[in-house]
């Protein structure tokens, strides 16, 4: 009797869970596995037990594939715990319901309405059909794109550090840097270096930017440039407004990083290390969080301009966090709709829905809330400057990893902070408040409608 209760208890707060809820308590689930396992003497590079809160920050960080981290990554972890770090990065960054649903369909399972449904809210893509055939095309493709990423770093690295350490650390970075984690191992050489000693390296630094390029622009850019090849007059509004997008932001930041640090960092580089200097730097805020520069050295106006990118962040149903570069495409064709006073958003020969508008302008006042709320905590918890504190929430809530150092400085209750903005940044901001209210119907009645002034 007992046992038909609970599973009729089950089955009754199955109904009443969301697609939106059960990602979110799944990236959880995730998280706390990860933590407890970290937590493992095994884990540890010295045989010790680390504090909860710590394994709790780094596997958060790896999960939500954001890079932040309290202790570099090689001098803390053994090559278990490095091992773990890589499977919580690539759950994170594909989704487990992804990697689930292939899974299924490997072992011939059906999948069902509910299981497309939720492979819809993950991926974000525009319609519920075809979803078997795209998750096939998701894991293989990464499979591609990861093990040619790692064959190319490996080649580079074996001459280095040898075979077996060699091969490991083209693995590890190709699937860091295409699930946009940030994760690295070059701490042997000197902590928290990032790609620092390969500045100037076009293989590494070129395959590492390919990778989180393509990592970031999102899965729907990818299926449909499958399907249509090169014929951009017939992709999705969606990718052209990525594409397009994607190339701005990545020609002005190199662009700009030149302007801003041509008498800084820059000064004693020949022009191939100037270029992948500048280009590395406008790649890796959106939303990677390797750095080829010393982050702490640059201008107060290359600092804010990554922090703009941190916040941008990728493309929607992507490896990447952020508020995503469709986001921030409709936001300013809308501006640029009211400025000309004509009616509707429209670009590429097509109107925006009125929905896209308003989703995105909660999206951008959700995560800029998030984000200025976090800042004011974490310095009233410490006395730390107020510009490292804003790179270190921006880098957070849009799930990059990028820091000027300051994580290691974070107290209990700062890394707390932290630790829930990359949360909410990688399972989206507006599907974290989701996740926790209940959908309402129109009402028959509404309270009568009154003008403020605006502006």
């Not at 946009?180 to 042997?188: P, Q, R, S, V």
Request: proline share 2%.
């Amino acid at each position: 009797m007992k046992e038909k209760l609970y599973d009729l208890k089950q089955k009754h707060l199955k109904k009443h869970i969301s697609q939106t809820q059960f990602i979110a308590y799944g990236f959880f689930l995730i998280i706390m596995t990860g933590t407890l396992l970290l937590m493992l003497p095994v884990s540890s590079r010295d045989g010790q037990v680390e504090p909860f809160l710590n394994c709790l920050f780094t596997a958060t960080s790896a999960t939500c594939v954001t890079g932040l981290v309290v202790a570099d990554t090689w001098t803390q972890w053994s090559l278990f715990g490095q091992v773990l770090l890589l499977i919580m990065i690539q759950l994170g960054g594909l989704g487990f319901i992804s990697i689930g649903i292939f899974l299924s369909i490997v072992l011939r399972r059906k999948i069902g309405l509910k299981e497309r449904g939720l492979m819809e809210e993950s991926v974000n893509t525009l319609q519920i059909g075809g979803m078997v055939k795209l998750a096939k095309r998701i894991i293989i493709g990464t499979a591609i794109f990861e093990g040619t990423g790692a064959i190319i770093l490996s080649l580079r690295f074996i001459p280095q550090y040898g075979l077996f350490q060699g091969t490991w650390y083209g693995i590890f970075h190709s699937i860091s840097a295409f699930c946009n984690a940030g994760f690295d191992l070059m701490g042997h050489t000197e902590q928290y270096s990032s790609l620092c000693s390969y500045a100037g390296d076009w293989v590494v630094i070129g395959t590492i930017s390919t990778l989180i390029i393509i990592g970031g622009i999102g899965f729907i850019v990818w299926d449909d440039l499958y399907r249509k090849r090169w014929d951009f007059r017939h992709y999705l509004l969606h990718t052209k407004i990525v594409l397009v997008t994607t190339a701005v932001l990545l020609a002005g930041g190199t662009i700009l990083f030149y302007l801003m640090e041509r008498d800084n960092i820059l000064v004693g580089m020949n022009g191939s290390q100037k270029f992948l200097a500048c280009f590395f730097s406008a790649v890796t805020p959106r939303t990677a969080g390797f750095n080829n520069v010393d982050t702490a050295a640059l201008t107060d106006g290359s600092k804010f301009l990554s922090a703009i990118l941190m916040f941008i962040g990728g493309s929607p149903g992507s490896t990447a966090g952020g508020i995503k570069t469709s986001t921030l495409a409709v936001l300013l064709l809308y501006v640029h709709s009211n400025i000309r006073q004509t009616y509707g958003v429209e670009i590429f020969g097509r109107r925006l829905q009125d929905e896209s508008i308003r989703q995105s302008a909660c999206i951008l006042t959700i995560n800029l809330s998030l984000m200025l709320t976090a800042t004011i905590l974490i310095m009233v918890f410490q006395n730390l400057p107020m510009s490292d504190v804003f790179f270190e929430t921006c880098s957070a809530i849009g799930t990059s990893g990028m820091s000027t150092g300051v994580t290691r400085s974070l107290n209990s209750l700062s890394r707390i902070v932290i630790i829930i903005l990359m949360y909410c940044g990688r399972i989206g901001s507006l599907s974290f408040a989701l996740a926790f209210t209940r959908s309402s119907r129109k009402p028959h009645v509404q309270l009568p409608a009154e003008r403020i002034t605006i502006g």
